[in-house]
């Protein structure tokens, strides 16, 4: 799995109050400020396998926009210039997921492409947001227990209680709040708008136009509010609900309905005799793998299995994040059928070779800068709502009426602990230039439709929406559907949009 979809997936996570925080700017006219050692100074950073011709560079930003002469932090930059002048027409941001997800890998992994359709129209251009890759990092000092994906993230107990989460939810904001220092609490969406715009500066731009992606279409909405004038055409792929009242807290919520949308896409291809051929046809109908899923989660959850890693069971916790990995693109159903037919495997329990084997997301901890960042952003964004008690009904109610998440939406997280966030989340807005793209499939597994749909509401006739008749996370250039790819580009080249809200077949 990619940096970019592990660290999509992780938007249900939380993170922790900092005792010795510098405050965010409140006004955003701060992110025009001039500052010291704001050029870029490029150097070649072409990997084996990717563009050729990517450069690198490091950006000076305030740490404070309020102090815009003061301590600075580093940004990770990165860009492929047009190898075409003459049509050249700017420079196209390539704005990551997450929070946490790297700007200059997602370059890196879909520059070349991105380049070729859009023919040397723009330079194209990503960075890692603060906190991310090689930009200025922040630590929360978490224990290695705290870090798997099925710790960080707050799944419920097998019998549906919370206490644990509780517990690990109070020790994470505490060695956030101990470790992480001003860096931590400089981490948020405000802050990722106003970075952006001090790169536009420094390369130089009266304008910009953007491609965003999961979360990164809320960082290029919050830049569009902030900064309508610098905008020129902006692609908002795979939106999630902008309510400033909850932010990611919605966005958790909202995980329950997406997984409930897209399964039917998994059980469809795990019934179709097709799959027998490669052993991997879980049932004769699809209405029969859903049934099986949860069956065999909950068996999991008394009785797991070892998994082919030393020391890692396969539980119904496991199994339940292994389906949500794999709901983001049809590519990855193959090895989550797999799984199951092995954690199904009777003899799986004393037979090594039997054993299921599981993806290296989740049998490791990932490292104490990516967990802080995870959690960072979405704690600092907005403050998180509901007592103990109102999470604990809340997860009750929630995994009664969707299994397939167990609770997991619905429970308590560090953001329960953390500090009142510096600054108010931005209310978008259909004030603006119309200059919006919006792509939104109908069977999004982390920012469902429904959710899209309250994005495209927010935006007014800034926006116009492209509904795409397909299963999966990040439509363009990335699930194959056509209609999607060639409205994207026309409006990348043209700047034509569909004169209203439309839809693309699968």
């Given at each position: ?160 209680s919370i206490e644990d989460n509780v517990a690990r939810s109070k020790r994470i904001a505490e060695a956030c ?94 019934a179709h005799p097709d799959r027998a051929g490669d052993g991997l046809r879980l049932a004769d109908r699809p ?7 949860i069956a065999l989660a909950a068996r999991l959850d008394t009785t797991p299995v070892p998994s082919t890693t ?197």
């Open positions: 799995m990619t940096t970019y979809r592990r660290n999509a997936l992780l938007l249900a996570l939380s993170a922790a109050t900092v005792a010795a925080a510098l405050p965010a700017a409140t006004a955003s006219a701060a992110g025009t400020a001039s500052a010291p050692g704001s050029g870029l100074a490029w150097r070649n950073c072409a990997v084996a396998g990717g563009p050729a011709g990517q450069e690198c560079a490091d950006l000076s930003v305030p740490l404070d926009y309020r102090e815009p002469a003061g301590r600075q932090v580093t940004i990770a930059v990165s860009r492929i210039k047009s190898t075409r002048p003459e049509a050249r027409r700017g420079t196209l941001m390539v704005i990551p997921g997450g929070p946490g997800s790297s700007g200059v890998q997602r370059l890196t992994q879909k520059g070349a492409r991105l380049a070729q359709e859009t023919g040397g129209a723009y330079d194209l251009v990503a960075f890692d947001p603060r906190g991310v890759g090689g930009s200025t990092r922040a630590n929360c000092g978490l224990d290695a227990a705290d870090r798997y994906m099925v710790t960080l993230r707050s799944w419920p107990g097998a019998d549906g709040r101990r470790n992480g220092g001003p860096v931590l609490d400089s981490l948020t969406t405000h802050n990722q708008a106003r970075d952006l715009d001090r790169l536009r500066e420094a390369l130089g731009e009266e304008r910009i136009s953007a491609w965003g992606t999961s979360y990164g279409t809320y960082v290029a909405a919050v830049y569009a509010q902030k900064f309508p004038q610098r905008t020129d055409r902006w692609v908002l792929d795979s939106s999630a609900d902008p309510n400033p009242k909850r932010v990611a807290q919605g966005w958790m919520r909202d995980m329950a309905r997406g997984a409930d949308d897209r399964f039917p896409d998994f059980a469809a291809w795990a209405e029969d793998v859903r049934p099986l899923f030393p020391g890692v069971e396969v539980n119904g916790n496991v199994l339940r994040q292994a389906l949500q990995n794999s709901l983001y693109s049809d590519s990855a159903f193959p090895g989550l059928a797999r799984l199951i037919k092995a954690a199904q495997d009777p003899a799986a329990a004393d037979d090594p070779a039997r054993r299921p084997a599981l993806p290296p997301q989740l049998t490791q901890p990932m490292s104490d800068e990516d967990a802080a960042i995870t959690v960072g952003v979405i704690c600092n964004d907005v403050r998180w709502t509901g007592s103990v008690p109102a999470y604990r009904r809340a997860v009750a109610a929630d995994r009664a009426v969707h299994p397939l998440t167990a609770g997991l939406p619905a429970n308590i997280t560090p953001c329960s602990f953390w500090k009142a966030p510096a600054e108010k989340p931005t209310r978008l807005t259909d004030e603006g230039p119309s200059n919006i793209l919006m792509v939104q499939s109908l069977r999004d597994p982390s920012t469902p439709y429904t959710s899209g749909l309250k994005m495209r509401a927010a935006l007014g006739d800034k926006a116009r929406l492209v509904t795409v008749d397909q299963g999966g996370h990040g439509l363009y250039l990335g699930n194959g559907n056509a209609c999607t790819d060639t409205t994207v580009t026309r409006f990348l080249l043209t700047g034509e949009r569909p004169e209203q809200d439309t839809t693309c077949a699968n």
